[in-house]
Nanobody, 128 residues
């Protein structure tokens, strides 16, 4: 089971980026995906996670209205559309997948062993 993130890079404040998470060896039929980030010198935090039962989405307060998590079942991918980016969004962004836990509970599980599959991360830098 593998997750591969892409789409990171450098952007000016107010700009946009779209991160992608590709699933390999398993599908979105049985797993939900969430996005997490770890800024320099800070703990990893959950950014946005899908719920299992109804496909609803949890967002951490700091990204509400700016970030959108998108599921593409046909391509077995999940994206994170990030708009109105701020310098404080600078971090390594990870996607993770789990077959049991979703939503806010998933987003609160930030250690590697707490969710079934983790990606390697992609760096996002927001700076002028």
């Amino acid at each position: 089971l593998q997750l591969v993130e892409s789409g990171g890079g450098s952007v000016q404040p107010g700009g946009s980026l779209r991160l992608s998470c590709a699933l390999s060896g398993f599908t979105l039929d049985y797993y939900v995906v969430g996005w997490f980030r770890q800024a320099p010198g800070k703990e990893r935090e959950g950014v946005s996670c899908f719920n299992h039962n109804d496909g609803s989405k949890y967002y951490v307060d700091s990204v509400k209205g700016r970030f959108t998590i998108i599921r593409d079942s046909a391509k077995n991918m999940v994206h994170l559309q990030m708009d109105s980016l701020k310098p404080e969004d600078t971090a390594v962004y990870y996607c993770a997948a789990d077959s049991l836990v979703g939503g806010q509970a998933m987003c609160h599980r930030t250690a590697n062993g707490e969710l079934e599959v983790w990606g390697q991360g992609t760096l996002v830098t927001v700076s002028s």
